[in-house]
């Protein structure tokens, strides 16, 4: 609900434009208005406000102590809807607009290569599409969907499993002279970190009965993505979700460096609030993915 002491966004506009020409006439200029009506915008703000946002010195604005309090959340505001209309106005034609909040290598190696089918069953249906590390809390974020590991039951959401995660060791070629490598051997190599899972090659060596108080000597990233371009620049192996790696695998950019692999117990999945099962796009979608998953 707008109170009487809200500012108009003709007068934040008003207001914003003369703190920056220092003149009610240039002011009026740049938004195309007469100086009377920039004239009548600040006069009327101020009257709102209570306060008086410019010394008027001769023909120049200048601010006083509230106008230069006022000016950078009055450009914060005006910023916000400037934003908020070319993301609507990106949506083009589109009748139907999915929020999706995805685990950023997940949607640069998997899910994003996989749109381009789902624009053909579904051209309607286009994406708002965030990065995410943790669970939405979908009472308070207003995301249909997201694509995360499963780690326990969220409230207020439901679950689909996607896919296991199956990690695996993979490397440059140059690293990797003579194929896969024992386990042992793998610990002698630069071992990539990854910052957010700090027990992934822990739990590896200790899953292959092996002491692992040697295995944190590799550089660290926070993402798997970052981890990934490092073993393709031969920085050292990485331990990484098998899902992320087929492409890689394919053009020789990496290679296999051990014959094992380790499934975890927070397998991929999509996690989504009751709401939005009663968005048809969300249904195609859901539909789409999990029959893609399998």
């Known amino acids: 609900m707008r109170h ?6 003709p007068e934040l506009q008003a207001f914003v434009q003369a703190a920056r020409t ?6 009026a200029a740049a ?5 009377s009506a920039i004239s009548r915008a600040l006069n009327s703000l101020e009257a709102r406000l209570g306060v008086a946002l410019f010394h008027r010195i001769r023909k120049r604005l200048v601010l006083s102590d ?3 309090a006022l000016l950078p ?4 505001v005006l910023a916000d809807l400037d934003r908020a209309a070319l993301t609507v106005m990106s949506f083009g034609g589109h009748r139907d607009v999915l929020r999706l909040a995805v685990l950023p290598t997940f949607s640069a190696l998997w899910l994003i290569p996989r ?3 789902f624009a053909l069953r579904a051209p309607q249906v286009t994406f708002d599409m965030t990065a995410t590390l943790a669970p939405l809390d979908f009472e308070r974020d207003p995301r249909d969907v997201a694509i995360i590991r499963a780690q326990g039951p969220l409230r207020g959401a439901q679950m689909d499993v996607l896919a296991a995660e199956r990690l695996v060791v993979v490397g440059a070629p140059a690293l990797l002279p003579d194929g896969v490598l ?5 610990a002698r190599l630069p071992l990539l970190q990854q910052a957010t899972r700090p027990n992934l090659w822990l739990n590896w060596f200790l899953d292959a009965g092996l002491d692992p108080i040697t295995i944190l000597r590799g550089a660290r990233f926070e993402q798997f993505g970052m981890v990934l371009a490092a073993a393709r620049a031969g920085l050292g192996l990485a331990l990484v979700p098998d899902l992320f790696v087929g492409g890689d695998l394919a053009t020789g950019a990496l290679r296999l460096a051990s014959t094992r692999s380790m499934t975890t117990d927070t397998p991929y999945a999509l996690t989504y609030p009751a709401r939005s099962m009663d968005i048809a796009a969300f249904r195609t979608f859901r539909d789409w993915v999990l029959a893609d998953a399998t």
């Not at 938004?31 to 100086?35: A, F």
């Open 22 to 27: 220092g003149t009610a006439t240039r002011a």
């Open 115 to 117: 749109l381009a089918g």
């Open 31 to 35: 938004l195309g208005l007469t100086q």
């Open 73 to 76: 959340e009055a450009e914060r």
């Open 4 to 9: 009487a002491y809200t500012p108009s966004l």
């Open 66 to 68: 509230a106008g230069r």
């Open 182 to 186: 024992a386990d042992a051997d793998l």
